[in-house]
């Protein structure tokens, strides 16, 4: 230490208690002024030449004093206790917090009768914050907002019922999902999977019934409906078949990952009838209109479906019958179609609707007029198609309500009825007027399509029968 400070060397020798309690003042003085300065380098910008004049004085007061080694001190005191205090008050540097996902919880949920997408999400704790969230997608969403009895619906929420995304299943090869992306909010996207056609043939012979025969040989009941269409203006299925009476029918399937997830339609047919047999081929012409018509092209549609509903069976033809509730004689001016309540009812064909409502003995019954001068009723329906109103135009095979057993009925099933200028008249007995053959122009393009299909049908059954006789089977091919 220089000899020109506040002590001389021998003086503080002579007196150590003293010169341990200025060290202490000095160094306590010394670490505050080099807070200062480094408080002041911080947050007063300075030039490069100021900066390294700090950067020494700093390094100076902190530094400890420079005594000989020879110096001997009873009881020295650490310097960093006294720093402490004001070390405590620097400011600090603190790091951002950890932040981790919120835990996610996933629960599926059926679609009861009667829910909505409120009733959904509320079931799973979501607000209805959660629900206008997801409206607010806008198209994306739409199909949230018609969901159906049975149908599944994933949500995956946090803990405390925040949602972070939906999953469901619009179509067997198509889906919807919902995720939550940080500052964007919920983002929809619709996932598609590929699908596959594939053609499968069948044929039986009828033994009971129509249905009953194809459903045996493993035709999925929907494409027996078609089959029933296709040939029902040329064959009265109800009373014309007979033991012995035989089928071919090709139709599609979808096969989605390995999996058989629907039919599609029947694309060929052939019934034998007593003897005489009828065939059809699925045919669109380069105008895409679409129909099916016999190998020689003539048309097998009329204006008008012969069946408006897939059903089990008839519980009461046309005509007089004792009345089941009135237990008398009474004229049945329809046919009844016995089926489970919420089976699709169709238009029978295109036209108006004039009535649609409650009446009489009806129940709810949807009355249409037709082109031709015909009228269509269907009656003791569940419910109506939420988009019909009095006025509305409907097309041939469009849902236009649902089975169920409103008014004067004693179970669920489709009274419906067919006017002819007014008059009842049998549905399934009618004569309506064939509509137009295959163009001449398109008769080339007609054959090229349909041949084929007619030529697989019969080497499929060919095959058949020449390894196991005339039982009902199926085969399975790709189409192309």
Do not use: C
């Not at 005509?319 to 237990?327: E, N, Q, S, T, V």
């Not at 169920?404 to 009842?424: C, I, N, Q, R, S």
Request: charged share 20%.
């Amino acid at each position: 230490m220089p000899a020109r400070g506040l002590f001389t060397r021998k003086k503080l020798l002579r007196h150590p208690s003293r010169f341990s309690l200025w060290l202490r003042v000095g160094a306590l003085i010394g670490g505050l002024a080099g807070l200062g300065l480094v408080v002041a380098k911080i947050s007063v910008p300075t030039d490069p030449a100021l900066d390294a004049t700090v950067d020494e004085q700093i390094a100076r007061a902190v530094a400890s004093p420079s005594l000989d080694a020879a110096a001997d001190f009873s009881a020295p005191q650490p310097i960093l206790p006294a720093l402490a205090p004001a070390l405590a008050n620097a400011p600090r540097t603190l790091l951002p917090p950890e932040t981790t996902p919120p835990s996610e919880r996933v629960v599926e949920i059926e679609v009861k009768s009667g829910d909505n997408l409120s009733t959904v999400f509320q079931r799973a704790g979501l607000s209805a914050q959660a629900v206008q969230q997801v409206v607010d997608l806008g198209k994306p969403a739409v199909p949230l907002q018609s969901l159906k009895p049975g149908e599944k619906i994933s949500l995956s929420t946090t803990a405390d019922h925040q949602l972070l995304g939906v999953d469901y299943k619009i179509a067997p090869n198509k889906a919807l999902s919902i995720r939550r992306e940080d500052q964007l909010g919920l983002i929809a996207s619709e996932i598609v999977l590929p699908s596959e056609s594939r053609l499968v043939t069948a044929e039986g012979k009828i033994e009971s019934s129509l249905y009953q025969s194809a459903t045996d040989a493993g035709v999925p009941a929907a494409m027996v409906m078609q089959l029933a269409d296709i040939f029902g203006w040329k064959i009265n299925f109800l009373k014309d078949v007979q033991p012995g009476d035989h089928f071919r029918i090709a139709y599609e399937e979808q096969w989605v990952q390995g999996k058989r997830v629907g039919t599609g339609h029947v694309v060929a047919a052939e019934f034998t009838n007593q003897g005489t047999s009828f065939q059809a081929v699925r045919y669109t012409a380069p105008n895409g209109k679409t129909g099916y018509y016999e190998a020689n092209g003539a048309s097998l549609e009329r204006g008008f479906l012969r069946y408006p509903v897939e059903f089990s069976r008839i519980s009461s033809t046309f005509g007089m019958r004792m009345h089941p509730l009135y237990h008398h004689l009474k004229a049945h001016k329809g046919v009844d179609f016995a089926a489970a309540i919420g089976t699709p009812i169709h238009a029978a064909g295109s036209g108006k609707v004039t009535f649609i409502g409650w009446q009489h003995g009806y129940g709810k019954v949807i009355k249409l007029a037709h082109d031709g001068n015909y009228q269509t009723v269907y009656g003791h329906m569940s419910r109506f198609n939420n988009d019909l109103k009095t006025g509305s135009t409907v097309t041939m095979g469009e849902v236009i309500g649902y089975v169920g057993m409103t008014g004067d009925a004693t179970g669920p099933h489709l009274h419906y009825e067919f006017h002819v200028a007014g008059v009842y008249t049998d549905p399934l007995s009618a004569k309506l007027p064939e509509a137009n053959p295959i163009p001449s122009k398109y008769r080339k393009d007609f054959l090229a399509q349909t041949q084929p299909l007619l030529d697989a049908m019969a080497q499929q059954s060919g095959a058949r029968l020449a390894g196991r006789g005339t039982a009902a089977s199926t085969q399975t091919r790709a189409i192309d």
